[in-house]
């Protein structure tokens, strides 16, 4: 099975900042992009951030400038989370689109979330 694990979030205080990081494990042929969403009870899950195997780079209008999300490797990716507000309170998930053999097809798999709670 291809799973993705999340770690790293936490209480913190506004202002201060997170390192939010997300491992893939198990067997596959590639992945592509990843990336970090966020859900809050009653709303629908929004695109944070993303990163493409080339380097590039997406962000949310709201978290650009304070977010940064890195590729360490094809299976790992990290978010930091700086100058963190009241409103990035969310459940963080990973996300990963993976081909797990060369005659699948790419399918778009989820994280179980990491609770991320920003004080004020």
């Known amino acids: 099975q291809v799973q993705l694990v999340e770690s790293g979030g936490g209480l913190v205080q506004a202002g201060g900042s997170l390192r939010l990081s997300c491992a893939a494990s198990?067997?596959?042929?590639?992945?592509?992009?990843m990336g970090w969403y966020r859900q809050v009870p009653g709303k629908q899950r929004v695109l944070v951030a993303s990163?493409?195997?080339?380097?590039?780079t997406n962000y949310a209008d709201s978290v650009k400038g304070r977010f940064t999300i890195s590729r360490e490797n094809e299976r790992t990716v990290h978010l930091q989370l700086n100058s963190l507000k009241p409103e990035d309170t969310a459940v963080y998930y990973c996300?990963?689109?993976?081909?797990?053999?060369?005659?699948?097809?790419?399918?778009?798999?989820w994280g179980q979330g990491t609770q991320v709670t920003v004080s004020s």
């Open positions: 990163i493409t195997n080339d380097g590039i």
């Open positions: 996300n990963a689109e993976i081909k797990r053999t060369i005659v699948s097809a790419q399918r778009e798999y």
């Open positions: 198990g067997l596959f042929f590639n992945i592509n992009g």
